[in-house]
Structures are given as structure tokens and as C-alpha cells.
């Protein structure tokens, strides 16, 4: 006689919901815009950041010549 109940690996554990990121905006907002919006504008503030930096070679260090 089979029993009725799924195998044991296949049955997922009871655990406490742990969400993160998206997730935890979804659970309060319900919804994922804000965690679009927040994503587009770290991406926005990352991208100026790069083109405010110097990346400009600097000069060679020449070294002296020892005799």
C-alpha cells in the first residue's frame, strides 16, 4: 500500500520565510516598482560617479640609472 504523502526529499522544511532585497520591498509595498525605481537610481548615481573620476594615465616614474 502507497502512502499518501510525498517523499520526504521532495517535501520542502517548515522554516520561517526569510526574504531579502526585492523580497522584503514586495512584502511591504506590494509590489517590486520601488525596488525597480531604487535599482535604476543606484545605477544612475554609480554611473555619474564614474564620469566625475580622473582616470587619466599618470606620469611614469623614471628611475634612475645606477653606475
Do not use: N
Not at 502512502?3 to 526585492?22: D, F, T
Amino acid at each position: 500500500m502507497q502512502s499518501c504523502h510525498p517523499h520526504p526529499i521532495l517535501v520542502r522544511p517548515a522554516r520561517v520565510k526569510r526574504r531579502r532585497g526585492g523580497g522584503l520591498i514586495y512584502d511591504h509595498f506590494g509590489s517590486y516598482d520601488h525596488a525597480w525605481r531604487l535599482g535604476v537610481a543606484i545605477g544612475l548615481v554609480a554611473g555619474v560617479a564614474q564620469m566625475m573620476t580622473d582616470d587619466q594615465p599618470g606620469r611614469p616614474i623614471l628611475r634612475e640609472a645606477s653606475a
